[in-house]
């Protein structure tokens, strides 16, 4: 059974920084991309930035320049490094890992940025 567990969110104010972290277990050989998600109150959930099991990345064009998605496979984490915040960044953040034909969430991490 696959699980997913993230930490790292927390209270930050606008400029700062936060790493999130998402670490797989399970019997996870390869998967085909893990990514992060979030989901602001009244909000659609939506893309943040992904990364293959090869390393190929892609981030969404409001984070780009600021967040950088990285993995370390021999661990099965995927970490998100997020510089200068803006308080629109605040959301619930969301590990999501697609293996195979499946795919799986995390519970989530609360991410709140004061202006």
């Known amino acids: 059974q696959v699980q997913l567990v993230e930490s790292g969110g927390g209270l930050v104010q606008a400029g700062g920084s936060l790493r999130l972290s998402c670490a797989a277990s399970g019997s996870i050989f390869s998967f085909n991309f893990m990514g992060w998600y979030r989901q602001a109150p009244g909000k659609l959930r939506e893309k943040v930035a992904s990364i293959t099991w090869g390393g190929l990345t892609n981030c969404a064009d409001s984070v780009k320049g600021r967040f950088t998605i990285s993995r370390d496979n021999s661990k099965n984490t995927v970490y998100l490094q997020m510089n200068s915040l803006k308080p629109e960044d605040t959301a619930i953040y969301y590990c999501?890992?697609?293996?195979?034909?499946?795919?799986?969430w995390g519970q989530g991490t609360q991410v709140t940025v004061s202006s």
């Open positions: 999501r890992l697609d293996v195979g034909a499946q795919y799986y």
